[in-house]
């Protein structure tokens, strides 16, 4: 399985965005997706997840209640949906797959780059 992110740019503080993972090549619905981002000079950050049947989805504290993680199975795409943009929110973001529930996120896409500012 592939994975192609797109969604990133540039916005203001407060906006929102959408972010778009489409995956190819594979069954996608045998894996758990997430959002990966990295930030210069910040550790990497598993922002959101969500299982392979959509019904269970976890988040950073760091996004909580602002980003919504979701997935269509049967376009094989899943989002992340980011509401009240924040300037600390400026980071690469990379969609990645996992068959182990999260355990290890062996599928990673070539990431998204969104910046926050005014």
């Known amino acids: 399985v592939q994975l192609q992110a797109s969604g990133g740019g540039l916005v203001q503080p407060g906006s929102s965005l959408r972010l778009s993972c489409t995956a190819s090549?594979?069954?996608?619905?045998?894996?758990?997706m997430g959002w990966f981002r990295q930030a210069p000079e910040k550790e990497r950050e598993l922002v959101a997840a969500i299982n392979w049947s959509g019904g269970i989805a976890n988040y950073a504290d760091s996004v909580k209640g602002r980003f919504t993680i979701s997935r269509d199975t049967t376009n094989h795409i899943s989002y992340l949906q980011m509401n009240s943009l924040e300037p600390e929110d400026t980071a690469i973001y990379y969609c990645?797959?996992?068959?182990?529930?999260?355990?290890?996120?062996?599928?990673w896409g070539q990431g998204t780059l969104v910046t926050v500012s005014s």
């Open positions: 990645v797959g996992s068959q182990s529930d999260g355990r290890r996120w062996e599928l």
């Open positions: 090549g594979g069954t996608f619905a045998h894996y758990s």
